[in-house]
């Protein structure tokens, strides 16, 4: 077997044993040695590699990008669009990669789903970067607009023991304040053995309910669920609830089961955390009921530049936010042609028509007043007058 057709399983035990970053470092040594040894390039210093998250900071590709590719060589973009191309592509098809082109200087290095030397490499690239991406979300104020994080972690509960303990607090704290609880998250150290308190206000007065939440990958044991329950009588609790990633041992579950005269205590595991998370999957009407305190008269609208060579407006209304996040749906453009130059004139939204129905709402990471889209747009606060286009290529 060459170097080359061993590459994907390689690779694959690159990104396996040391994540995303690894794997960009041994696609860049690769890659340098090809220019090197085919001279290329006389300096390796303007070439670099990235992972696609760090360089874009966006949900992942329906093709995982394995590395971004950044260089200021001429002589290596000229090379790739010209001269020895056809070789520089046939070897690198033989990792199971592909090359595309994002613009001058930058390159995305994909592994494609439909080469049997890379559909393992795919797979757990895929798996991973979608981990890594619903993880990042994972915050109290995010998880209300961003509901694929919660649908992530409904499909995969085998993910919640690899999140940061601190972010796997903040996950179940964000399941109980989408059911409707009153919920305070403690601050991770020094919290008196109280991860989360739950309050709710029934018929007959309010509802405490004292949380321990553990990510471990060990079964919990007895004296751990012994020791929430004592914190729930001394605070006056009127439940208990312990909270792991992994599972529980019979004689954890046995104390459970025996203990639920004055204090009720319930033990939840990945698998009971991953049904609350299907179970808050919104259904279509979500955006409906979000809008339905506001209209397009007086909501906030904004507004992105889009196209090169031809420039128009991306529009779009907010729905609902939270300091660092944002759900938005697109609003079309009414565009006032030039009397002399119908390619030319300006545009503003469309306020006449109804909402866009939920399914086509799309979310943003907010940065003060910028907006960040999914698809790498950034949107700001529109001013209200008609904005510029040029149609014209």
């Given amino acids: 077997m060459s170097e080359e057709t061993a590459a994907p399983s390689q690779l694959l035990a690159v990104l396996n044993a040391g994540g995303q970053q690894a794997l960009a470092d041994a696609i860049g040594d690769r ?7 085919h001279g290329w390039v006389d300096s390796l210093d303007q070439i670099g590699f990235k992972t696609y998250q760090d360089h874009f900071s966006l949900p992942p590709r329906d093709w995982p990008v394995a590395a971004i590719m ?17 070789d520089f592509w046939e070897w690198f098809g033989s990792l199971g990669l592909f090359f595309s082109t994002t613009s001058p200087g930058l390159h995305e290095i994909c592994v494609p789903d439909d080469s049997p030397l890379s559909l393992q490499l795919h797979a757990r690239l895929a798996s991973l970067q979608a981990f890594e991406w619903h993880a990042h979300l994972v915050a109290p104020d995010y998880a209300t607009i961003y509901r694929t994080v919660f649908e992530h972690f409904g499909r995969h509960p ?10 796997f607090e903040e996950l179940c704290a964000s399941v109980f304040e989408a059911q409707g609880y009153t919920t305070v998250l403690g601050p991770g150290a020094n919290d008196g053995g ?21 990510r471990y990958r060990e079964k919990i044991d007895l004296e751990l ?12 609790a009127d439940r208990s609830l312990f909270i792991t990633s992994s599972t529980f041992l019979p004689s954890a579950r046995k104390f459970a089961q ?27 009407d979500w955006l409906v009921q979000q809008a339905a305190s506001w209209n397009l008269g007086s909501a906030k609208i904004i507004v992105a530049d889009a196209g090169v060579g031809m420039t128009y407006s991306a529009w779009a209304a907010v729905v609902a936010e939270t300091p660092l996040a944002a759900r938005l749906v697109p609003l079309s453009g009414v565009a006032i042609p030039l009397p002399s130059d119908p390619m030319l004139g300006t545009e ?7 909402l866009p129905a939920a399914d086509q709402s799309f979310t943003a990471r907010r ?27």
């Fill in 31 to 37: 890659v340098r040695n090809w220019f090197i040894r």
């Fill in 70 to 86: 950044y260089n200021n060589s001429q002589q290596v973009e000229d090379r790739l669009c010209t001269e020895g191309e056809d």
């Fill in 158 to 167: 085998e993910h919640l023991a690899n999140l940061h303990w601190r972010r």
């Fill in 194 to 214: 109280v991860d989360i308190r739950l309050t709710e206000h029934p018929v007959y007065g309010q509802q405490l309910t004292v949380v321990s939440v553990k």
């Fill in 225 to 236: 669920v012994a020791s929430i329950l004592g914190v729930a009588h001394a605070q006056s």
């Fill in 258 to 284: 025996t203990n639920q005269s004055a204090i009720p205590l319930h033990l939840a595991d990945g698998q009971d955390i991953a049904e609350w998370c299907r179970g808050l999957l919104p259904n279509p």
């Fill in 348 to 354: 503003s939204p469309d306020l006449s028509r109804p």
């Fill in 367 to 393: 940065k003060g007043d910028v907006y960040v889209a999914d698809d790498g747009s950034f949107y700001h606060a529109w001013d209200g007058t008609p904005r510029r286009f040029n149609h014209a290529d």
